[in-house]
């Protein structure tokens, strides 16, 4: 099994509910995420899955979460911008423009600052 991993970052606000704390209030974070891509077989060039064409997949699905509100956005999971449901948003989308059936993303985590993230794993 190969598992190849790809960073990036976006920024964006939310407000969380029910939380019974200061986020609750309006507040923003510049997330990090990590995006991992496994595959038992390499291709043709010897590699898994170019990390070009995983970027831009990845490119795309950020464009819809950066400099955003993302208690507006009518496709996050119940409604509710958690790190939790950004992880989940990320790895399914990603997981849909995926091609290839043999190559799955295996897990997206989204870290809200340096000390706190989220992870959704895809089985």
């Not at 170019?50 to 795309?60: C, N």
């Not at 995926?98 to 985590?109: E, F, K, L, M, N």
Request: aromatic share 8%; net charge negative.
């Amino acid at each position: 099994m190969f598992e190849l991993k790809v960073v990036t970052r976006f920024a964006a606000a939310h407000q969380l509910t029910m939380v019974g704390s200061k986020c609750e209030n309006l507040h923003g974070h510049n997330w990090k995420v990590e995006v991992y891509v496994i595959g038992d077989n390499l291709n043709a060039g010897g590699v898994l899955m170019d990390f070009g064409e995983i970027k831009a997949h990845l490119a795309d699905v950020i464009k819809k979460l950066d400099h955003k509100f993302l208690n507006e956005l009518a496709y996050m999971p119940d409604g509710k911008p958690s790190s939790e449901n950004i992880a989940y948003f990320i790895a399914t989308e990603l997981q849909s423009k995926i091609d290839d059936p043999a190559i799955r993303i295996s897990r997206v985590t989204a870290w809200e600052s340096e000390d706190a993230s989220a992870t959704y794993i895809l089985e």
